[in-house]
């Protein structure tokens, strides 16, 4: 069957820290994979996106940066932390021509 | 541009009752998806159903069906003998060329 992975659940870092969200997919190949932000009571805000390994597609400059080193392995990447990176993170795999399977999500804190 | 707009920030009915959410949205496509995503306190994103543009007939899962008016652009949500397990937030989203595009959600509230 095809699952998403994502991890850690939860995260706390210090402003200045750097950071790494990983999102793994099983039981597909080539898949579509997205890196969501959700704000507290908001909707989903799409970070980024890729269609195939090494292919990384921005929707909103900012101090994240994404990476394919794999073909289902998504890394959502900083080099210094804000305060205003905390949020919820959601990572999603698209089934084609069907909808997008989310992951549990990361609650990231940076204090 | 395309948007999606749930003008609904919040609604509360009692549990076994019948509650619609209404999903507008504006494209210039005409092959496209449409969706409503489902968010319980967990925050895990689920989802709830699906519609295919071209296809004229309201899709249904369960308890849960849509009213598709696709001249009006209109995909409301259907929710039928709510249960309180259905409290979350709902999302709707229009799909079309990789771009997922979001509604700003309506919080449900089902009370027992």
């Known amino acids: 069957s095809q699952t998403i992975h994502q991890w850690p659940a939860t995260l706390v870092q210090p402003v200045g820290s750097p950071l790494s969200l990983e999102c793994t997919v099983e039981?597909?190949?080539?898949?579509?994979l997205y890196w969501y932000r959700q704000a507290a009571g908001r909707g989903l805000q799409l970070l980024f996106y890729s269609v195939g390994i090494g292919q990384i597609s921005s929707e909103v400059p900012q101090n994240l940066s994404a990476s394919r080193p794999q073909d289902r392995q998504f890394i959502l990447s900083s080099k210094k932390l804000l305060l205003s990176d905390s949020g919820f993170y959601l990572c999603a795999w698209q089934l084609p021509n069907y909808g997008y399977t989310f992951g549990s999500g990361t609650r990231l804190t940076v204090v | 541009a395309q948007t999606v707009t749930q003008s609904q920030p919040e609604m509360s009915v009692q549990e076994a009752e019948t509650v619609t959410l209404s999903c507008t949205y504006d494209?210039?496509?005409?092959?496209?998806?449409l969706f409503w995503y489902k968010q319980p306190p967990s925050r895990q994103m689920i989802l709830v159903i699906r519609q295919e543009a071209y296809k004229q007939q309201n899709a249904t899962e369960n308890r849960f069906s849509v009213n598709f008016q696709k001249a009006a652009k209109s995909f409301s949500l259907k929710i039928s003998d709510s249960q309180l397990g259905d409290t979350a937030m709902y999302f709707c989203a229009f799909y079309s060329n990789y771009q997922l595009i979001w509604g700003a959600g309506t919080k449900l509230i089902i009370k027992p």
């Open positions: 039981g597909t190949s080539n898949p579509n």
């Open positions: 494209t210039s496509e005409n092959n496209y998806y």
